[in-house]
Every structure is written in C-alpha cells, then in structure tokens.
C-alpha cells in the first residue's frame, strides 16, 4: 500500500510538473506575440523617416523601421537617359 501511494504521489508530481512548464511555454508565447500583434506605428516613407529610423543610401531611398519593414520615397524618379547633343 505504501508503494502505490508513493507511485501515485510521484506520478501526480511528474504530471503537476509537465503542466507547469507547458503553462510557461503558452504564457511565453502569448506575450511574445501580443507585441507583434499591435498596429504599425507608420504606413508611409515619410512617416517611417519622420520618426527616425535609418534611411538606405540607395536610389530610390528607402527606409526600414524597427519591425524591418521597408518604405520606398514615392517622391524618387528616374531620369530618363538621353544621349547630350552638346559636342
């Protein structure tokens, strides 16, 4: 009888225990997530450049916010290649 309330009592601490730590893991989770789940802080090149974050020296700029998304300057253009007449 002693046998099987000491089994019972380790099995009953084994399964406590493996909730526990899946209880860690879902809550870990949950807030690692509940982060990312907020509305960006920028839609816009213009917004993206306004709050600080870096500006790629590159053509067209481009501008890449904490989350690592990239904005493109809309306001960049390309001009057309025309060969000079002047000789």
Same mark, same amino acid.
Request: proline share 6%; glycine share 4%; hydrophobic share 35%.
């Given at each position: 009888?002693?046998? *099987?309330?000491?089994?019972?009592?380790?099995? %009953?601490?084994? #399964? !406590? !225990?493996?909730?526990?730590?899946?209880?860690?893991?879902?809550? #870990?989770?949950?807030?690692?997530?509940? @982060?990312?789940?907020?509305?960006?802080? %920028?839609?816009?090149?213009?917004?993206? #450049?306004?709050?600080? @974050?870096?500006? !790629?020296?590159?053509?067209?700029?481009?501008?890449?916010?904490?989350?690592?998304?990239?904005?493109? @300057?809309?306001?960049?253009? *390309?001009?057309?290649? #025309?060969?000079? %007449? @002047?000789?």
């Amino acid at each position: 009888m002693d046998k *099987l309330k000491q089994l019972l009592t380790t099995s %009953t601490a084994k #399964v !406590l !225990l493996i909730v526990l730590a899946l209880s860690l893991v879902v809550l #870990v989770w949950v807030i690692r997530h509940k @982060n990312s789940d907020t509305k960006y802080s %920028t839609d816009s090149y213009a917004g993206c #450049v306004s709050e600080g @974050n870096p500006v !790629l020296e590159s053509y067209p700029e481009q501008c890449i916010d904490k989350q690592g998304r990239h904005y493109t @300057n809309p306001d960049a253009y *390309l001009k057309p290649l #025309v060969p000079s %007449t @002047n000789k």
